[in-house]
Nanobody
Framework: QVQLVESGGGSVQAGGSLRLSCVAS???????MGWFRQAPGKKREAVGV????????????DYVESVKGRFTISQDNAKNTVYLQMESLKPEDSAMYYC???????????????????WGQGTQVTVSS
């Protein structure tokens, strides 16, 4: 089974930027990859998704409203890596960030009922005001 490893988290001031990476241990193929986050005492929430691989529909992304215009998900197939570029960070963006892979090119109900098969261990993002 593929393993996912996130990195790139850290501490920044409000308004700053970070780029998170999610490296897969093997080629992902055409699947849906998602970024999620969980703050202490809160439920895990979706951030955004991307269809990785090649062919029609690949590179399609979608985001939750709270990060639209600030966060960008991208992929590098050659490196088996998915990125989460975060700009204009706010204190409320502070959380543990996780990437996940779904065994399908379809992302399903990724916001309200995410159904992802493989998860990384997470990387912490802290935004100070």
């Amino acid at each position: 089974q593929v393993q996912l490893v996130e990195s790139g988290g850290g501490s920044v001031q409000a308004g700053g930027s970070l780029r998170l990476s999610c490296v897969a241990s093997s080629t992902l193929g055409r699947v849906c990859m998602g970024w999620f986050r969980q703050a202490p005492g809160k439920k895990r929430e979706a951030v955004g998704v991307i269809r990785v691989g090649s062919g029609p529909g690949s590179d399609l992304t979608d985001y939750v409203e709270s990060v639209k215009g600030r966060f960008t998900i991208s992929q590098d197939n050659a490196k088996n890596t998915v990125y989460l570029q975060m700009e204009s960070l706010k204190p409320e963006d502070s959380a543990m960030y996780y990437c996940a892979a779904r065994g399908s090119a379809l992302c399903g109900s990724w916001i309200v009922a995410p159904d992802f098969d493989t998860w990384g261990q997470g990387t912490q993002v802290t935004v100070s005001s």
